[in-house]
């Protein structure tokens, strides 16, 4: 089973999803401030992300969605391509490591 968000009718839908890559980082929390209330008035009404710069870092930001450019197709294929690396990498590393320990039996 999918998990699923509610959101209310009358709020408007936001532009962008939990986990999506931007220029700002990585999405990591939204929440709204609907129309009518203190914070709305305070600091406009809309959705707001929290995004953490890059997962190696303990600083994020807290931005409105007019602050937020998400990625080109392009940057987002390198980001994604450069990952995949990084962790076929690991990958190989800690099969070498295995193999040490098994005395290089696949399958212990």
């Known amino acids: 089973m999918q998990p699923t968000i509610s959101i209310p009718q009358h709020w408007g839908y ?9 220029n700002q980082g990585i999405i990591l ?15 406009d009404e809309g959705w707001r992300y929290v995004l953490m710069p890059n997962k190696n870092s303990d600083e ?4 409105q969605e007019n602050q937020i450019q ?3 197709p392009e940057e987002l294929f390198s980001e994604i391509t450069a990952e ?8 190989a590393i800690l099969q070498q490591q295995l193999a040490v320990v098994t ?5 212990v």
């Open 14 to 22: 936001p532009r962008f999803a939990l986990e999506q890559r931007t």
């Open 70 to 72: 998400p990625l080109s």
């Open 60 to 63: 994020i930001s807290y931005l």
């Open 103 to 107: 005395g290089g039996k696949a399958n």
């Open 84 to 91: 995949i690396e990084f962790y076929q990498q690991q990958i």
């Open 29 to 43: 929390g939204l929440y709204y401030y609907p129309n009518g209330t203190e914070l709305a008035n305070e600091f």
